[in-house]
């Protein structure tokens, strides 16, 4: 990290990922490594007990191993345009936690930022929904929706057998094209013609007309359309800002890009303050 940032590892989180993309294509590998065999098995279990125990799960010892590591997706940000309550355009529905854009967060999420989108604007989306809602309709009671399910330890949830395993439907590769898609040239380091090349191979997929329409079909239908969101919204952001980052637009350009991204089914990508 020495070659990428003066804080090394405790630089931002998008310099991180980027270093280690770099690196992994540098060495031609699939992760890099994180070394915390320094700190005693005493230190790690009570300063990281689940990712310790993790890890432990896997055989990896992190007292005496080193874990490989590589970045996922959690560099992406944005979300579901909400008012300071939750409300989004569309009349009951509502939107909070890391699905939602309230304007609290910037180009680079941070933890703390998460907690409070999920803990206040949850909140305040719940107070609003009862606000908002029909007087006949303000109890839990006549709330839409299954019942949810039952302990796996309680009685009745013991008489029920055990249910098989689903079959992998055809959704399945065209799930697993997404993300390929999405790794290859919507990641980390982006260009334009890639980012073209991703928005014209998503477009190319039929993700609609599921045999046995579903939950799987539903998750598959949302998550091509996400796809397509991030892909169009990083074509049209020509600059480099947080998380996302061009090799082709390297640096920041707040005179026409300092704003959000707003993105409307049928409508371009448009930016506002």
């Known amino acids: 990290m020495k070659r990428y940032h003066e804080a090394q590892e405790l630089a931002p989180r998008d310099i991180v990922a980027?270093?280690?993309v770099s690196e992994m294509q540098r060495t031609q590998s699939t992760h890099v490594f994180l070394d915390m065999t320094k700190k005693s098995e005493e230190f790690l279990k009570k300063r990281f007990p689940r990712i310790y125990e993790?890890?432990?799960g896997y055989g990896l010892d992190l007292a005496t191993d080193m874990a490989p590591v590589c970045p996922a997706a959690h560099y992406m940000m944005g979300g579901v345009k909400t008012d300071l309550w939750g409300r989004t355009s569309l009349a009951g529905l509502y939107a909070a936690g890391e699905t939602a854009a309230t304007g609290v967060h910037g180009a680079n999420r941070l933890a703390s930022n998460s907690l409070l989108e999920g803990l206040v604007f949850g909140a305040r989306a719940g107070q609003a929904m009862i606000k908002?809602?029909?007087a006949g309709k303000r109890s839990g009671a006549a709330l839409p929706g299954s019942p949810a399910p039952l302990p796996e330890n309680s009685s009745a949830?013991?008489?029920e057998p055990p249910k098989a395993a689903p079959k992998p439907l055809p959704a399945c590769s065209r799930l697993t094209?997404?993300?390929d898609v999405m790794w290859r040239e919507v990641g980390i380091l982006r260009r334009g013609k890639e980012l073209a090349e991703a928005i014209k191979q998503l477009q190319s997929m039929e993700v609609s007309g599921e045999e046995k329409p579903?939950?799987?079909a539903r998750e598959l239908r949302n998550l091509?359309?996400?796809a397509l969101l991030i892909a169009r919204s990083a074509l049209a952001r020509e600059e480099s800002r947080g998380s996302h980052y061009r090799s082709d637009f390297a640096f920041r350009n707040d005179e026409d890009f300092g704003k959000h991204s707003a993105v409307q089914k049928g409508e371009e990508v448009?930016?506002?303050e």
Request: hydrophobic share 35%.
């Open 177 to 179: 094209k997404i993300r």
């Open 224 to 226: 091509h359309a996400l």
């Open 132 to 134: 908002d809602a029909p």
């Open 270 to 272: 448009r930016f506002e």
């Open 54 to 56: 993790t890890c432990r």
């Open 214 to 216: 579903g939950r799987p």
């Open 157 to 159: 949830a013991q008489k």
């Open 18 to 20: 980027r270093a280690i």
